[in-house]
């Protein structure tokens, strides 16, 4: 992906190349087999500790606002085997959370920290969303890819792994609705300014057709439609979005299972939710 750097845990220890960043997402945390959580559990006690598998449990998230929401989590039953899990699985994941140096940050230059994990991490956050509604779907995929058609055969023609057949790429052109209001806020999150184009095939019967891209880019688009069209009859570029708006520096947490969210939806602005006092407390460690 464009504009963007990956790193490992285990791995970025005292790394400061992330300070300047602007998105910093954190992907899981660092875990060990139960075998090696029991071994170091039973040298740490003195004690001897079974070995067993994790076990669906919840963790308390804390909010902004001071309430506290329950999320799913993975946890050992026996108190010492979980404190040596949360000393390797959470603790990773805090680790790496402050990789964009967010305690050095101001007004003018916010960071929004993602956390992709079942989790808790040791910081407040401002909102839990579950993975199935944020999961990217085939249009964030041609986002991705530089340059999204909005016709279902230049959709199959070009993407043909994604939509085997021109039905598919229709079938996923209405599921997408009114495309036009995410294309923007897509486009909208990247560092340089994309153009819509509206262009139209040689042939006879052929009509308008949209595709929208990024401005750098809009001569290697064009010559790649022709090798697949032939010469173009019409091809017109106009200003879509300008680039990146001003980022929100909010810590959101996307738990990937839909447990992690209560029964009512959590508003964006959390500070307005009542307390949620059903929350239960972290397991131990």
Request: net charge positive.
């Amino acid at each position: 992906m464009q504009d963007t750097r990956v790193t490992h845990h285990g791995a970025s220890a005292g790394d400061d190349k992330c300070r300047d960043v602007d998105v910093h997402s954190v992907i899981g945390g660092m875990t060990a087999p139960p075998k090696a959580i029991a071994r170091l559990a039973a040298a740490r006690t003195g004690l001897p500790v079974p070995i067993a598998n994790p076990i669906s449990s919840t963790a308390t998230v804390l909010m902004r606002d001071g309430s506290g929401v329950a999320v799913p989590v993975m946890a050992y039953e026996h108190p010492a085997a979980q404190r040596v899990h949360v000393g390797i699985f959470n603790a990773s994941i805090n680790q790496a959370r402050a990789r964009p140096r967010a305690v050095l940050r101001s007004l003018t230059s916010p960071v929004a920290i993602n956390f992709f994990a079942n989790a808790a991490p040791n910081m407040p956050i401002d909102v839990i969303v579950r993975w199935r509604d944020v999961k990217p779907d085939r249009l964030d995929h041609m986002v991705r890819a530089g340059v999204v058609f909005l016709n279902a055969a230049d959709m199959h023609t070009h993407y043909p792994k994604m939509f085997p057949s021109e039905n598919a790429a229709a079938k996923a052109r209405a599921r997408a609705g009114d495309i036009w209001p995410r294309l923007r806020e897509r486009f909208g999150r990247f560092g340089r300014p994309s153009v819509r184009v509206h262009f139209k095939p040689p042939g006879q019967g052929m009509q308008l057709r949209w595709l929208v891209c990024f401005a750098d880019k809009v001569d290697e688009v064009r010559a790649m439609v022709e090798a697949k069209a032939g010469e173009l009859v019409h091809w017109k570029s106009e200003p879509f979005e300008p680039g990146r708006r001003e980022v929100m520096a909010i810590p959101v947490l996307v738990p990937n299972t839909p447990m992690a969210m209560p029964s009512t939806e959590i508003p964006r602005d959390v500070g307005h939710r009542p307390p949620n006092h059903s929350a239960r407390p972290p397991p131990d460690g």
